[in-house]
């Protein structure tokens, strides 16, 4: 997961908190900063670029993940706004897909 952040103040700390089990159980990652070429001023001000790798224990169906940023004292969330960042495996088919060999369309 990339994050980018508003460059508040040198001391940052920027973690993901993620959940394959609607919430009974949820797994803080912490986001490593990563330089990247782009960290000129914009419209918002300098950002800083971060990356949390998650690891899974097993195949999962869906993971939800929320994204916290500690500076200056404070605490910001990004849980897309309340709903939480969501991403589903969809599984693949048992059988391969057939295609057909020809397709005739007629007027009716």
Not at 30 to 39: F, N, R
Not at 78 to 102: L, Q
Request: charged share 25%.
């Amino acid at each position: 997961v990339y994050v980018r952040v508003l460059d508040i103040a040198f001391q940052k700390h920027v973690f993901v908190r993620h959940t394959c089990d609607g919430w009974e159980t949820s797994t803080d990652t912490d986001a490593q900063y990563v330089e990247a070429p782009t960290e000129n001023p914009d419209a918002m001000g300098s950002t800083r670029q971060f990356c949390a790798v998650l690891r899974l224990a097993a195949p999962v169906n869906c993971l939800e993940f929320a994204v916290c940023y500690q500076v200056d004292g404070k605490e910001y969330w990004d849980n897309c706004e309340g709903t939480n960042y969501r991403i589903r495996v969809a599984s693949r088919p048992s059988s391969p897909v057939r295609r057909a060999s020809s397709i005739r369309i007629t007027d009716v």
